[in-house]
């Protein structure tokens, strides 16, 4: 039987998301098909709403749908204390530990030779310039525990020594 294009459309593109596998896109895919038509178009209207107004603040990286995002909107919160994360999914991490109301600052990756990463794809020259124009009193690398990560932390405390009191590498990183 010839397959239906439409739906096997739908189906690569909820297989390129991850941990989908091919069973689960084909079970989503039929899920849309039976939706009431509202429904699937507030899902792929919702999509590219989401697409269209969230971008990456650009003071600190993270993810925002004003122009600076809340966190460093926040006049309230510590604004000597500033952490490196690398994605924006680990400022979520540090914003559900109450104890924290620091700053973050996204690199939005690592530094990774398998994946061709330098240090040119990373958020560095916001961080420095940051850094160069505002005083923090300390700066906490927490990115995470892997060979990447460290090799990150390495060179980020590394180029911002200068400009900060103290840096202080979280030990084992977010899986605390
Ligand atoms: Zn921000």
Do not use: W
Request: aromatic share 8%; hydrophobic share 40%.
């Amino acid at each position: 039987m010839e397959k239906l294009k439409s739906l096997t459309r739908v189906e690569e593109n909820f297989a390129k998301l991850p941990s989908v596998g091919k069973k689960s896109a084909e079970r989503m895919a039929y899920a849309l098909l039976d939706m009431p038509l509202e429904d699937a178009e507030e899902f792929y209207k919702s999509i590219r709403d989401m697409r269209e107004k969230i971008h990456t603040c650009p003071i600190c990286g993270f993810l925002s749908e004003s122009e600076v995002c809340p966190i460093c909107g926040d006049q309230a919160r510590n604004q000597e204390l500033l952490v490196v994360v690398s994605y924006p999914k680990d400022v979520l991490v540090f914003e559900n530990c109450e104890s924290f109301n620091g700053l973050y600052h996204v690199l939005n990756g690592v530094i990774s030779i398998a994946k061709g990463k330098t240090v040119e794809d990373l958020n560095i020259d916001s961080l420095i310039k940051r850094l160069q124009e505002h005083h923090f009193e300390e700066v906490i690398i927490a990115t995470n525990p892997t060979i990447e990560g460290e090799t990150t932390a390495l060179y980020i405390a590394k180029i911002i020594e200068p400009y900060c009191t103290t840096v202080t590498r979280l030990a084992y990183g977010l899986q605390m």
